[in-house]
């Protein structure tokens, strides 16, 4: 009987462990596609955008405007003004099944008719739908000019 026991218990220590390892891989890549989809905005690579951004992907900017995914890559597409970089620091994933969020620091350099920079936190929501893991809430919480 002890013997079992033990047996049972190394069992599902192995499966937590496993699970765990899992979970790490899983926040990794999520925190990876969370950076590729704003080198993707750098990039102007709509064909990415489209298949990331959820088809009911909502964008709340620091200013308040709200973007749907339709609205936010037509801006993207069109805007005269060019992205040279935007890039993420102090993130966090939180998996909850096949919902996850990132919670993380974008500094966004930005040129037009002036040259700018800003940073911002947010808070952005990511579902696994069509075992293909899409952005479908970005809400920036505070916003700073550098």
Not at 60 to 69: A, E, F, I, P, R
Not at 70 to 96: C, G, M, Q, Y
Not at 119 to 136: I, S
């Amino acid at each position: 009987m002890k013997l079992a026991i033990a047996f049972l218990f190394l069992a599902l220590v192995k499966y937590a462990s496993s699970q765990h390892n899992s979970d790490i891989q899983l926040i990794g890549a999520l925190d990876s596609l969370n950076r590729a989809i704003d080198h993707a905005v750098v990039k102007k690579d709509l064909p990415f955008l489209n298949k990331y951004y959820a088809v009911d992907f909502v964008f709340t900017h620091g200013t308040g405007l709200v973007d749907s995914k339709d609205s936010w890559i037509n801006n993207i597409a069109t805007s005269p003004a060019k992205f040279v970089s935007r890039e993420h620091d102090s993130t966090t994933v939180e998996l909850h099944r096949n919902l996850a969020i990132i919670v993380g620091t974008l500094t966004v350099h930005r040129t037009g008719e002036k040259d700018n920079m800003y940073a911002l936190r947010y808070v952005r929501v990511f579902a696994k739908r069509k075992k293909t893991w899409q952005l479908v809430s970005h809400r920036t919480t505070a916003e700073w000019h550098l």
